[in-house]
Nanobody, 126 residues
Framework: QVGLVESGGGSVQSGGSLRLSCVAS????????MGWFRQAPGKEREGVAS???????TYEDSVKGRFTISQDYAKKMLYLQMNSLKPEDTAMYYC????????????????????WGQGTQVTVSS
C-alpha cells in the first residue's frame, strides 16, 4: 500500500517562507515521478512542481524563482521550499506520486497520479 503524508504547512505573512515535507512509503521511491499540487478554495487543483527519478524538475510559471522542489531518496522524502510567499499561494498543498521514471510534459495533469497525500494547509496573509 502506497502512503504519502505531508507536513510543514502553516500561516505566514506575505514575503515569508515555509518548507513542506512529504514522506513516502510502500513502494520503490526511486522509480516514481513526484509532484506537488495545490488547491485554493473554489479553484481546481493545479500542479506546482514535479521531480522525477533522473532529477528533471519542472515548475508552474507563477512559482518559478520562489519555490524549490527536492527529494531525499534515502529518507523517501519530498520537499517544497517556498520563499517570497504571496497571498495567492494560499491553498491546500498535496504531494502525489505516479509509477513512472520520468514525469514528462504530462506532470501537471492531476488524473495521472494515482497516489495522493491528505494535504497540508498553507495560508499567506497580506
Amino acid at each position: 500500500q502506497v502512503g504519502l503524508v505531508e507536513s510543514g504547512g502553516g500561516s505566514v505573512q506575505s514575503g515569508g517562507s515555509l518548507r513542506l515535507s512529504c514522506v513516502a512509503s510502500g513502494y520503490s521511491y526511486s522509480r516514481y515521478c513526484m509532484g506537488w499540487f495545490r488547491q485554493a478554495p473554489g479553484k481546481e487543483r493545479e500542479g506546482v512542481a514535479s521531480i522525477d527519478s533522473v532529477g528533471t524538475i519542472t515548475y508552474e510559471d507563477s512559482v518559478k524563482g520562489r519555490f524549490t522542489i527536492s527529494q531525499d531518496y534515502a529518507k523517501k522524502m519530498l520537499y517544497l521550499q517556498m520563499n517570497s510567499l504571496k497571498p495567492e499561494d494560499t491553498a491546500m498543498y498535496y504531494c502525489a506520486a505516479r509509477g513512472y521514471t520520468y514525469c514528462s510534459t504530462s506532470w501537471p495533469v492531476e488524473r495521472n497520479y494515482p497516489y495522493w497525500g491528505q494535504g497540508t494547509q498553507v495560508t499567506v496573509s497580506s
